[in-house]
């Protein structure tokens, strides 16, 4: 993927960019802290707070503070937006099963985006039996909270920030059931009992396992971690809708052709089976 840098816009463009659906990939259900403004996404991805559209095949992505470091903004927003992906060979090879091949031509603009881990951990973990609309709410407070400001936003906080948060001071948050695991996967990562280095290091089973060890972590909320945030694309994630997709459109079982990149086929047949699937 070719990169141009604007330095007076403070922006990266990312050209010959092909199939790719900003909104449907914002609106997936993958991420929590990007909206629609004025015609342009914003939001934050890492310590950058941004605002990214489209121009026909030219994607701008423009820092809303100032940048020191253009190589190094640039290299990160290539990787945490998927663009160092070949997601043509992807869509090809997953296009050898028929199935694959119309849940990819619903929605050919999909990708699964880089995130930071701990963001990712903890967004998840409040999203556990909860709807998007809440989950932005609750992540945006605690950011508001307990983040640092940047610019006119709010980073997501760190561990450190959060090292004496109470349970109670997260229910303040309207996190409800959730707070106790929110505490307890904060005093994992700063304990070091949950290390991501170690988790990533791990191949996709020893790690599902590793980072389970944190209460309220079941086999989803990990294996979204998994997959959008550690590189460990055999994650496949399963809600009702991918188990009503599942049934209906894979009853032998999932094609061979998606093996080892099962979590990145799931965006496909998960966003499939939400608008074409009977209940």
Same mark, same amino acid.
């Given at each position: ?14 050209? =010959? ?9 914002? *609106? $997936? %259900? ?9 015609? #342009?996404?914003? %939001?934050? &991805? ?23 470091? +253009? ?11 998927? !663009? ?6 992807? /869509? ?8 694959? /091949?119309?849940?990819? @031509?619903? =929605?050919? @603009?999909?990708?699964? !985006? ?7 951990? !903890? ?6 039996? *909860? ?11 605690? &950011? ?6 940047? %610019?006119?936003?709010? =980073? ?14 997260? *229910? ?24 991501? #280095? ?10 599902? /396992? ?7 972590? @079941? ?27 599942? &049934? ?8 061979? $052709?998606?093996? %080892?990149?099962?979590?990145? =086929?799931?965006?496909?047949? +998960? ?9």
């Amino acid at each position: 993927m070719n990169m141009q840098y604007i330095y007076d816009k403070n922006t990266v463009v990312f050209t =010959a960019v092909t199939d790719y659906d900003l909104e449907r990939t914002f *609106n $997936c %259900g993958q991420c929590f802290r990007w909206d629609m403004k004025d015609g #342009k996404w914003c %939001g934050f &991805a890492g310590e950058y707070p941004c605002r990214i559209w489209m121009e026909k095949e030219d994607m701008y992505v423009q820092c809303l503070v100032p940048v020191e470091n +253009f190589d190094k903004f640039g290299g990160y927003m290539h990787h945490y937006l998927g !663009l160092d992906m070949d997601y043509i060979r992807l /869509k090809k090879q997953f296009s050898a099963d028929e199935t694959m /091949k119309k849940a990819i @031509g619903y =929605a050919p @603009g999909i990708r699964v !985006l880089n995130q930071p881990f701990f963001e990712t951990l !903890l967004t998840f973990i409040i999203s556990r039996n *909860n709807n998007i609309p809440r989950i932005k709410k609750i992540v945006d407070a605690m &950011a508001t909270t307990y983040g640092t400001k940047v %610019g006119e936003m709010y =980073a997501f906080p760190t561990p450190d920030q959060l090292k004496d948060v109470t349970i109670e001071q997260y *229910n303040e948050l309207r996190m409800g059931f959730r707070s106790k695991y929110i505490f307890d996967a904060v005093a994992k990562i700063l304990s070091g009992d949950v290390d991501e #280095k170690t988790l990533k290091e791990m191949d996709y089973t020893a790690a599902q /396992k590793y980072i389970m060890q944190i209460k309220g972590v @079941g086999p989803k909320v990990a294996d979204c971690v998994l997959l959008f945030s550690c590189e460990k694309y055999e994650s496949f994630p399963k809600d009702v809708w991918i188990n009503r997709a599942l &049934a209906q459109m894979f009853p032998q079982g999932l094609p061979d $052709c998606i093996k %080892g990149m099962e979590g990145i =086929a799931q965006q496909y047949i +998960f966003h499939y089976a939400r608008f074409n699937l009977e209940k």
